[in-house]
């Protein structure tokens, strides 16, 4: 443990699992107490609030559906009621609608609008009113927001896309407080919602330089550099974790 994030708070929203279980985890390595959210599994969500605190730092677990506003906003509030402040947002849960264009029914419209645009911007709203100086907000976007690989993925790359206007507009707006605002685009991961051995993870492979899908972890360790003090210098920044997908 680096120690670096020692004191600090940190809101994780989708933690229970993939690639936000995996931030959780690193960010109490380096420090940080960590606040979870999660929409399904308690045990999943049980099981890295375990793991952060078998790291000796204090973990909560609140449930919450990221499509609706007013949950995204309580958590938030939890988290620093409860730990009594609040230093980092990490805005990682998103759902991937995809289909062809003709397919979409305006209720899957609404749905990915609402997890992947509409709750980053109502945590950040939420967050900012307990963040002093050296805040941060990272949000978590998609590789195919840079590039799509093929049709099927408009309205999730519209979502992706969203998250790099929000985060420059929050760059310029937190920016005299101290507050940082950065987006991280991973390519493939390696999780259950994209297993390196799943349908058309070949494809997904050939379209990295790297020829592999991500750890979670590695993911993970870009975010904690943007949380701690090396990152304090990195805002309105779009940062590729990609094998190369948009190289």
Request: negative net charge; aromatic residues 2%.
């Amino acid at each position: 443990m680096t120690g670096e994030l020692d004191g600090k708070v940190a809101v994780v929203t989708g933690g229970s699992r993939g690639i936000g279980a995996a931030i959780a985890l690193r960010l109490a390595e380096h420090g940080a107490d960590v606040v979870i959210t999660y929409q399904h599994s308690a045990d999943a969500a049980g099981t890295v609030v375990a793991a952060v605190e078998a790291r000796g730092k204090r973990a909560l677990a609140v449930r919450a559906d990221s499509g609706d506003p007013t949950a995204v906003a309580e958590a938030v509030e939890t988290a620093a009621a409860e730990f009594g402040r609040l230093d980092i947002l990490v805005n990682n849960a998103g759902v991937g609608i995809l289909g062809p264009l003709g397919s979409l029914a305006v209720a899957d419209i609404d749905r990915a609008l609402a997890v992947n645009v509409r709750a980053p911007l109502v945590a950040a709203q939420a967050a900012t009113r307990h963040m002093g100086e050296a805040g941060r907000i990272i949000s978590i976007g998609s590789c195919v927001g840079e590039r799509t690989p093929g049709p099927g993925v408009a309205l999730y790359a519209l979502s992706k896309t969203a998250l790099t206007g929000m985060t420059r507009g929050l760059a310029r707006e937190l920016g005299d407080r101290g507050i940082t605002a950065n987006v991280v685009h991973p390519g493939p991961v390696d999780t259950d919602m994209n297993p390196a051995d799943g349908p058309g993870a070949d494809h997904q492979r050939a379209g990295t330089a790297l020829g592999r899908y991500a750890r979670p972890a590695e993911i993970a360790a870009t975010v904690a550099y943007l949380a701690g003090p090396d990152g304090s210098y990195v805002t309105g920044a779009t940062i590729a974790v990609d094998g190369g997908w948009t190289a």
